[in-house]
């Protein structure tokens, strides 16, 4: 299973996109932050709510150079169906980004959220740097959604640290134009001196 700091695994998946079938392998995207959303199934109760409401967000995830693949076991067709069925009901035009399909788990299996009991993936989130190096994960339980809020906090923080290389870091609620932290020696046991919770 892949840790933080590992390169990601490449891997190949049907995907369902604008209207139509397309093959999508993740190194293709190397160069640009990828979001890996793994989500229990389509047609069911939290998943259309963090779908839409990461489709709502969706531009402001491109302009940080970052893409978004919604990953279940559910095939392309279904996915189909469940855009055509309820999304297209959520949010004008549906989901904009690409669904795809990860029959067996075989990609769940890779990042270790696939759950061979209920025969699904987990709800799961995985930030991939433009390098291909895994930067965050999160897996909650079925019953509670994620936060569009907290994943662009995150891709905006990482892409932060990236840019400087390491020298700055950021702390918790950290949003752009708020404080930083140096990485610097000098600042180990003086934070407080610079940083209120």
């Known amino acids: 299973m892949v840790k933080i700091g590992d390169k990601a695994p490449d891997f190949k998946a049907q995907a369902f996109i604008k209207g139509e079938f397309k093959d999508i392998t993740l190194s293709e995207y190397k160069g640009k932050w990828v979001v890996l959303f793994f ?4 047609f069911t109760f939290v998943c259309p709510t963090e779908l839409t409401s990461i489709a ?5 995830i491109q302009k940080l150079d970052a893409e978004i693949f919604a990953l279940s076991v559910d095939s392309v067709f279904v ?3 469940w855009q055509q069925n309820e999304l297209s009901k ?4 549906g989901v904009p980004y690409p669904m795809l399909s990860d029959p067996g788990g ?10 061979e009991d209920l025969g699904i993936d987990l709800r799961g989130r995985f930030i991939i740097d433009p390098d291909g190096v895994l930067q965050s994960m999160e897996v909650v339980s079925l019953s509670v959604g994620r936060s569009v809020e ?3 906090r995150q891709i905006e923080a990482f892409s932060h640290v990236r840019k400087k290389e390491g020298s700055e870091l950021c702390p918790a609620n950290w949003a752009p134009g708020k404080e930083i932290i140096m990485n610097d020696t000098d600042f180990a046991g003086e934070v407080c001196r610079i940083w209120k919770p």
């Open 56 to 60: 709502i967000r969706y531009k402001e």
């Open 150 to 152: 907290e994943l662009l």
């Open 79 to 81: 996915h189909k169906m």
């Open 90 to 93: 959520m949010i004008e035009r």
């Open 106 to 115: 075989k990609i769940g299996r890779m990042f270790g959220v696939y759950d």
């Open 39 to 42: 989500y229990p199934g389509d």
